[in-house]
């Protein structure tokens, strides 16, 4: 649960997204990381993080814009599935993509999350997964 890894058999899936982007023109890209339930708030949001910017290296390999995507880490706030069982945590371990649209035709509002671009400083601290919410323990 602890990875932020994308898996070969998502670059077809990638590629698509890129020769949409190409298509259709869109103003930009948001991309949703999402965790599953185990690690702590901190810690999850730093994984979905993680997460949605490993998506977006790939994409940006694949010719997109990287000025034009933007990321945001959900951690365990937005599951897909309900459920503690391995199935639900592999559905819920997953990045989403939200195509902005060009002016006058935008989707709804991004969550009030943490958004992040590529060049953060902390990216490779990983925070402690067991530490309470006050922080006290693990680094974020």
């Given at each position: 649960?602890?990875?932020?890894?994308?898996?070969?058999?998502?670059?077809?899936?990638?590629?698509?997204?890129?020769?949409?982007?190409?298509?259709?023109?869109?103003?930009?890209?948001?991309?949703?990381?999402?965790?599953?339930?185990?690690?702590?708030?901190?810690?999850?949001?730093?994984?979905?993080?993680?997460?949605?910017?490993?998506?977006?290296?790939?994409?940006?390999?694949?010719?997109m814009?990287?000025?034009?995507?933007?990321?945001a880490?959900?951690?365990?706030?937005?599951p897909?599935?309900?459920?503690?069982?391995?199935?639900?945590?592999?559905?819920?371990?997953?990045?989403?993509?939200?195509?902005?649209?060009?002016?006058?035709?935008?989707p709804?509002?991004a969550?009030?999350?943490?958004?992040?671009?590529?060049?953060?400083?902390?990216?490779?601290?990983?925070?402690?997964?067991?530490?309470?919410?006050?922080g006290?323990?693990?680094?974020?």
């Amino acid at each position: 649960f602890e990875q932020a890894r994308v898996r070969h058999r998502a670059f077809p899936v990638l590629q698509a997204i890129a020769e949409l982007w190409r298509q259709q023109a869109w103003r930009g890209m948001r991309i949703e990381g999402h965790a599953d339930v185990r690690g702590n708030e901190t810690f999850n949001l730093w994984l979905s993080v993680r997460r949605a910017k490993a998506a977006k290296a790939i994409l940006v390999r694949f010719g997109m814009d990287g000025s034009r995507i933007e990321v945001a880490g959900l951690g365990s706030l937005r599951p897909r599935v309900a459920g503690t069982g391995e199935r639900a945590y592999q559905q819920n371990r997953r990045v989403e993509f939200v195509a902005l649209l060009r002016p006058g035709l935008t989707p709804m509002p991004a969550p009030a999350v943490e958004t992040t671009s590529l060049g953060d400083a902390d990216d490779d601290k990983l925070p402690d997964p067991t530490a309470e919410p006050d922080g006290e323990t693990g680094t974020p």
